[in-house]
């Protein structure tokens, strides 16, 4: 492909797709900001139609405040006149009258009971107010002297008409006071301002409407298609889109689409739907002419690229003609002036050209020259390469038979260090096993004298028991001497006891040869017969007792003895024993300086071993060193020896390329 093409069909490319390009980019723009203006357009619709409904609800509100105070009124006025005339209630026809003066529709007065008894409607005579949930707010009348309340209107079944309840309390006695009547006003303002007639209200465009819709039910209440009106947008495939507080979305309808805003302000949903062909039928004009535009910018910049790139191409070729001269070594060529003297590339091209030969001239004279001169070089390079080579090969030799010597130093220094290791782990153990027995040794003597202290205190606590053990044996001598007491005043009670049981039988014998005289004295007599008695059998408890205790205190005197006799055996044991802790403890004294002298030299020894291993690997470090240091000076011998002979065949290599150069500069004519 020539260079005419090669610049002209990506030119055209670049321009064809910029202009593609900027065409969808001004399109999507102008489609974005349609889009926009549809958005805005609605969201606006949206808004009036919301301004319009809160107006609405804003003065039917008002109406119903107004209405409410003035039907409150009435009924007041109505109160007040039955107040000061209650007869009046008992005609039906004074009571029709009142009510056409007062403009209102019925009149009704219900009693203390909360029963209607009197009205303008006889039909609604006995009527009970606690009856019906509609009724029975008013009641609070019957209770409350200052009691008003004005129903919201509804709509009667039969006709439709908005009918409203007043209702405040009798002045006079407890009762309610009621009217009723048709709000004509504000039935007329709800009429105007009925929510269905809001679609047809606000249309704008050619097919644009608003959507109204009750945001708890979802029912349409307002749309252009009376069909839809009392639908449920859950039944419909588009009113399903209708969900949170707004948004927007596009969906057919009518075999048309259709673009929505929706907002949900208050009780309503309300939309405003646009056609979308009413706010985008102008891209498609804008389509158009941006094709048309972008083909005539795509003819007139080929035509326009074609003489840019005829007027850069044709010097070029003549440049190309020239190089293809120097290429074949004809340097015998003048460049044209016309295109020397161009102030633009193609000039810069031409005078760099022109240069070129000129320096190619000169640089290919003098190369032919420093060709010759680098021939003769190589020749000498080449002898010099032979010789130094042969020198190299003989160095070699001597240094590889000194890096075997060097290595076989290295090898028995290295023996030696493995045996110096071996010897410095024996001596570290060595210490390491004195250190312990002079560790235990140290030890022994503590605990050897921790022992004896021991048993020094272990002797003075023996000696402390033995003499709590006389003590106990003197208390228990005390002890025996009382009970011999005790048994001897048991003796003297018993033979008193005899006594006295003698005497009281005596006694008894005397009372009863006195007969009914001696009564009181039999008595005394027999009393005194059994404590004697009684006096007896403790006495022979009490010898029992005496007799174990005696018994068990002899065990206790045993026992004693026989205590005393075993620590009397502890005792010479725990002497023998302290005995022989003396005798350790002098050992102890005796073998810790003599382990205290063979600790210090063993630690002499180890600090001298470790000096000498130290010695030693440095010496086989320097051997190892030497050994490679032979073998590297071997190894460079013989990288000498092997460039020599490469610089040897490089210079024979390098005089035959300087022929060859030689024989192409002749092919340039300059």
């Known amino acids: 492909m020539d260079i005419r093409k090669q610049i002209t069909v990506p030119v055209a490319i670049i321009v064809i797709l910029s202009t593609v390009i900027l065409t969808a980019i001004s399109y999507q723009f102008t489609k974005n900001m349609v889009s926009g203006q549809m958005d805005e357009f609605a969201t606006q619709k949206v808004q009036e139609v919301e301004n319009y409904v809160k107006d609405q ?32 209630i008992n005609s039906r026809e004074k009571l029709i009258n009142l009510a056409k003066s007062m403009d209102v529709e019925e009149i009704h007065v219900i009693d203390s009971d909360g029963i209607l008894k009197w009205g303008t409607v006889p039909e609604f005579y006995g009527f009970d107010f606690n009856t019906s949930e509609q009724t029975k707010p008013f009641l609070q009348g019957l209770r409350d002297k200052n009691f008003e309340l004005a129903q919201e209107p509804q709509q009667r079944g039969t006709d439709k008409v908005l009918f409203q309840y007043i209702g405040v309390s009798r002045i006079d006695k407890p009762g309610i006071v009621q009217i009723g009547v048709k709000p004509e006003r504000l039935q007329k303002e709800l009429e105007k301002a009925d929510i269905k007639k809001v679609s047809e209200i606000y249309r704008f465009g050619k097919n644009g409407f608003i959507l109204v819709v009750d945001k708890n039910t979802r029912v349409i209440l307002s749309h252009r298609d009376s069909n839809m009106v009392g639908k449920n947008l859950d039944e419909l495939y588009w009113g399903k889109q209708l969900t949170g507080e707004e948004g927007r979305f596009k969906y057919n ?17 309300i939309g405003a739907t646009v056609p979308v062909s009413d706010f985008t039928g102008v891209l498609q004009g804008m389509l158009f002419s941006s094709l048309i535009y972008t083909v005539l910018m795509i003819l007139l910049s080929v035509i326009l690229l074609s003489f840019v790139v005829k007027r850069i191409s044709n010097p070029l070729k003549l440049a190309v003609q020239r190089l293809k001269s120097v290429a074949r070594g004809e340097l015998n060529f003048d460049v044209d002036k016309r295109y020397l003297n161009r102030e633009d590339e193609i000039g810069d091209i031409a005078r760099a050209m022109n240069e070129m030969k000129s320096s190619l ?22 002898a010099v390469s032979e010789e130094m080579a042969a020198s190299s090969q003989e160095v070699a030799k001597t240094i590889q038979q000194v890096a075997e010597g ?46 004896k202290k021991e048993m020094e205190k272990l002797i003075k606590t023996i000696e402390d028991v033995k003499n709590a053990f006389k003590v106990v044996t003197q208390k228990i001598d005390a002890l025996t001497n009382s009970i011999k007491g005790i048994e001897s005043f048991t003796g003297t009670i018993s033979e008193i006891s005899a006594q006295t049981n003698l005497l009281a039988l005596n006694a008894a014998i005397e009372a009863a040869r006195a007969g009914e005289a001696g009564k009181g004295f039999a008595v005394v007599a027999e009393e005194v017969r059994k404590l004697a008695e ?61 382990i205290e002298r063979v600790y210090e030299a063993m630690n002499s020894i180890t600090r001298s071993k470790d000096d000498v291993l130290d010695k030693v690997e440095k010496v086989g470090t320097v051997a190892e060193e030497n050994s490679a240091a032979s073998e590297e000076v071997s190894a460079s011998s013989e990288e000498l020896s092997a460039s020599s002979e490469e610089v040897a065949a490089s210079a024979q290599t390098l005089n035959s390329i300087a022929n060859d150069l030689i024989e192409n500069v002749k092919k340039f004519k300059i």
Do not use: C
């Open 361 to 382: 001239g000169y640089l290919i004279g003098n190369l032919s020259q420093r060709a010759k001169e680098l021939a003769s070089h190589s020749e000498s390079l080449s």
């Open 406 to 451: 060097a290595t076989s130093q290295a090898n028995d220094l290295m023996e030696i260090v493995k045996l110096m290791d071996i010897l410095s782990n024996n001596i570290e153990n060595a210490f390491k096993e004195l250190s312990s027995v002079k560790y235990e040794t140290e030890n022994t003597y503590g605990k050897a004298d921790l022992g």
């Open 534 to 594: 009684e006096a007896r059998k403790s006495t022979e408890e009490i010898n029992k007792l005496v007799g174990a205790v005696q018994k068990e205190t002899q065990e206790v005197i045993t026992t004693v003895k026989n205590v005393d006799d075993f620590i009397e055996v502890q005792t010479n044991s725990v002497n023998s024993t302290v005995q022989s802790f003396n005798e350790i403890l002098e050992s102890a004294l005796k073998v810790a300086p003599l």
């Open 57 to 88: 609800d804003e003065r039917i509100k008002e109406l119903k405040k107004e209405l409410n105070e003035l039907y409150i009124t009435k009924a007041r006025t109505l109160a007040l006149i039955i107040a000061e005339k209650p007869e009046i």
């Open 253 to 269: 309808y009518d075999n048309a689409l259709y673009f929505m805003r929706y907002k949900t302000s208050g009780r309503y949903i």
